[in-house]
């Protein structure tokens, strides 16, 4: 039996018969055989590595996303590299290292975008690129409606007869991704429809780091006329505005209803109304589109937007009299 009817097999290929199969299968358990995963590579001419790039990588969820793709990759051929990135300059840098395709047979891209002279690198050296919580025309994208995200956390606050509704927001947005003010421009939108002006001074600024939010709305509530309600674009933020709350004796909900956004594990455990995202599912499709790419399928261009539903739980009420 040859070398070359024993790499046929491993690589799963076609013309061995299924009798001569059969043999090679059985040698293979005997001695607990395991393939070089760097030779096979070479024969293959692929790297059979999917390369994650994503920032925030210990947000929770990020973690989530991760989560998902590991579940979407599962089951394949191909091993998972994840790639955090700290900073623009480690942006650029990743882009530099998997443009080439010598390190990854494929990415995924998470809650940012790729440069534009990275785009073109990466259209003219073919390599499959799948968004994930972003979206670019050049890429198959899955992702959700941000602003109609606002929309329904801000309409929810209304419903309930709040008037006076802040918003803990970032600042502007880094490595080309711009979901926060997204979700910004939803809740000036629900605003203007309940015909209500948005307050220079209900909207606060920082980063997602719960800390931060916490000062930021500690601020925010001891302006003389506070808010009785705070949108936070994240569930991070909305967990520093509790801490902040509790810090000045403020009750929630019955003096101050807040709703985040995402529906991360933790927002059940405090009992956090928010904006639910579907996360892990968005990581797995992700996965699932790259693998079909990899595959040969034909995949257009298309932007999927994955549904967001409002989850209510302890932290809203009607506005106080």
Known sequence: MGVATVSR???????????????????????????????????????????????????????????????????????????????????????????????????????????????????????????????????????????????????????????????????????????SRDRTRGYERALAAAGIEARDAYVREGTRLPHVARAIATELLSLPERPTAVFAASDTQAIGVLEAARGLGIDVPRELSVVGFDDVEVAAYVGLTTVRQPLLESGRRGAKLLLDVLAGRTVAPLRELLPLELVVRGTTGSAPS
């Open 9 to 179: 097999v491993l690589n799963g290929r076609v013309g061995v018969r299924s009798s001569t199969r059969e043999r090679v299968v059985e040698a293979i358990e005997a001695l607990n055989y395991r393939p070089s995963s760097l030779a096979r590579s070479l024969s293959l001419q692929r790297t059979m590595v999917v390369a994650t790039l994503l920032p925030w990588f210990t947000n929770p969820s990020a973690v989530q996303r991760v989560r998902g793709i590991v579940e979407g990759i599962s089951g394949s051929a191909y091993d998972l590299m994840v790639f955090d990135i700290e900073s623009e300059d480690r942006q650029r840098r990743a882009f530099e290292l998997f443009d080439r395709g010598d390190r990854a047979d494929g990415l995924l891209v998470v809650s940012t975008l790729p440069p534009e002279a990275e785009v073109e690198r990466l259209r003219a050296a073919d390599i499959p690129c799948v968004l994930i919580d972003a979206v670019h025309p050049s890429f198959p994208s899955i992702a959700v409606d941000d602003v109609a995200g606002g929309e329904i956390a801000t309409r929810h606050l209304l419903e309930l007869g709040h008037r006076r509704i802040a918003l803990v927001g970032d600042p502007p947005p880094e490595f080309r991704f711009d979901w």
